[in-house]
T-cell receptor, first 110, second 116 residues
Framework: SQQGEEDPQALSIQEGENATMNCSYKTSINNLQWYRQNSGRGLVHLILIRSNEREKHSGRLRVTLDTSKKSSSLLITASRAADTASYFCATDALGNQFYFGTGTSLTVIP | NAGVMQNPRHLVRRRGQEARLRCSPMKGHSHVYWYRQLPEEGLKFMVYLQKENIIDESGMPKERFSAEFPKEGPSILRIQQVVRGDSAAYFC??????????????FGEGSWLTVV
């Protein structure tokens, strides 16, 4: 079974609002990464957070990691229509590969 | 600095034909990963290769699928005798080191296979 599961599956917000997506995983990890995928395109790396980090920022992105709860959240502040995409978390628990969840589909309404 | 290059971007095959998907990793990357994405689903790991070696093929179907990453040239994902259920997007990713060492893997734009 997959390591990561995102929640919610779909999210629709107005431009300017904040969007929060969550990721839960099952086993201990070394790192957790978030990716974005626009429709019909490949995945673009957004941010990596290591297991010994609790929070990380990159521009309008804020990622938190709670290893005790085996969960992570991605916050996109002041959303824009261009943020419309699917967002995936990926974990590398088992060493040789990254496990992806099923993603959160974000729609930002102009 | 070219990213991960995949071709073809779109491929249509009739049932029973063979599909060959190619992936050239980013310059300096010797680790290649293949993932499959079915419509409205996440990415499922298929295989992880280093030059001339298959490191982990735990996600590869036992039959009809094979992958290679020769010393020279791109990595190839080969699907023999394709069936409709093989229709999916196949993504290649590359990294300079193995997963678990805190490095990012970089994805290509994918190859969309349609089996008719």
């Amino acid at each position: 079974s997959q390591q990561g599961e995102e929640d919610p599956q779909a999210l629709s917000i107005q431009e300017g609002e904040n969007a929060t997506m969550n990721c839960s995983y099952k086993t201990s990890i070394n790192n957790l990464q978030w990716y974005r995928q626009n429709s019909g395109r490949g995945l673009v790396h957004l941010i990596l957070i290591r297991s010994n980090e609790r929070e990380k920022h990159s521009g309008r992105l804020r990622v938190t990691l709670d290893t005790s709860k085996k969960s992570s959240s991605l916050l996109i502040t002041a959303s824009r229509a261009a943020d419309t995409a699917s967002y995936f978390c990926a974990t590398d628990a088992l060493g040789n590969q990254f496990y992806f969840g099923t993603g959160t589909s974000l729609t930002v309404i102009p | 600095n070219a990213g991960v290059m995949q071709n073809p971007r779109h491929l249509v095959r009739r049932r029973g034909q063979e599909a060959r998907l190619r992936c050239s990793p980013m310059k300096g990357h010797s680790h290649v990963y293949w993932y499959r994405q079915l419509p409205e689903e996440g990415l499922k790991f298929m295989v992880y290769l280093q030059k001339e070696n298959i490191i982990d093929e735990s996600g590869m179907p036992k039959e009809r699928f094979s992958a290679e990453f020769p010393k020279e040239g791109p990595s190839i994902l080969r699907i023999q005798q394709v069936v409709r259920g093989d229709s999916a997007a196949y993504f290649c990713a590359s990294s300079p080191w193995t997963a678990g060492t805190g490095n990012t893997i970089y994805f290509g734009e994918g190859s969309w296979l349609t089996v008719v």
